[in-house]
């Protein structure tokens, strides 16, 4: 089992600029998550999905967008890149209800906004 | 008061000595906890959870205290290895991922 794929593991964008992280898990995680991390502050939830076309914000949602067509598959697209977007994005997936079991994380994308 | 504190470190310890990491939370009716372990530039990956009767995993003892609303890592005999972050996660009405404590082993 390959676990969480998230790609790109880096990227460098203009200013302005849009791109898709992709994130597909093999375990059939109902929950699935996006997180970001930035030096010296804990994980924050960007957004999350319950299952296949229910997705739902987190802490920190503005300037993204999801989307959960299949149980596999939950990309997080960032429209209009911004310098405040440049961070470590990890996807995560879980059988049980967040917070309650397990988070399996991706290995990350690196993101810098120029 | 943050919701989830921990010393940010580093802990600078030898190889075989013992250490320990704790972690406050402010909210009282949080359910679970849990200890992550962060490599450098890699992903979180589960370390243990923390149960209230507290809980052990070879080398690695969590506890939990509600009445002070912290939890804490003991590691003994600590390993080149070990050196990594910790991060402490805790899920009252969020999940909350506290900044991490470093961790250093050195020979």
């Known amino acids: 089992n390959a676990g969480v794929t998230q790609t790109p593991k880096f990227r460098i964008l203009k200013i302005g600029q849009s791109m898709t992280l992709q994130c597909t898990q093999d375990m059939n995680h109902n929950y699935m998550y996006w997180y970001r991390q930035d030096p010296g502050m804990g994980l924050k939830l960007i957004y999350y999905?319950?299952?296949?076309?229910?997705?739902d914000k987190g802490e920190v949602p503005n300037g993204y967008n999801v989307s959960r067509s299949t149980t596999e598959d939950f990309p997080l697209r960032l429209e209009l890149a911004a310098p405040s977007q440049t961070s470590v994005y990890f996807c995560?997936?879980?059988?049980?209800?967040?917070?309650?079991?397990?988070?399996?994380f991706g290995e990350g994308s690196r993101l810098t906004v120029l | 008061r943050k919701e989830v504190e921990q010393d940010p470190g580093p802990f600078n310890v030898p190889e075989g000595a013992t250490v320990a990491f704790n972690c406050t939370y402010s909210n009282s009716a949080s359910q679970s906890f849990f200890w992550y372990r962060q490599d450098c530039r890699k992903e979180p990956k589960l370390l243990m959870s923390?149960?209230?009767s507290g809980n052990e995993d070879g080398r690695f003892t969590a506890q939990l205290n509600r009445a002070s609303q912290y939890i804490s890592l003991l590691i003994r005999d600590s390993k080149l290895s070990d050196s990594a972050t910790y991060l402490c996660?805790?899920?009252?009405?969020?999940?909350?991922f506290g900044t991490g404590t470093r961790l250093q082993v050195f020979p």
């Open positions: 995560a997936s879980s059988y049980w209800v967040m917070g309650t079991g397990e988070l399996f």
């Open positions: 923390v149960y209230s």
């Open positions: 999905s319950v299952g296949a076309g229910i997705t």
């Open positions: 996660v805790v899920n009252g009405d969020k999940l909350i």
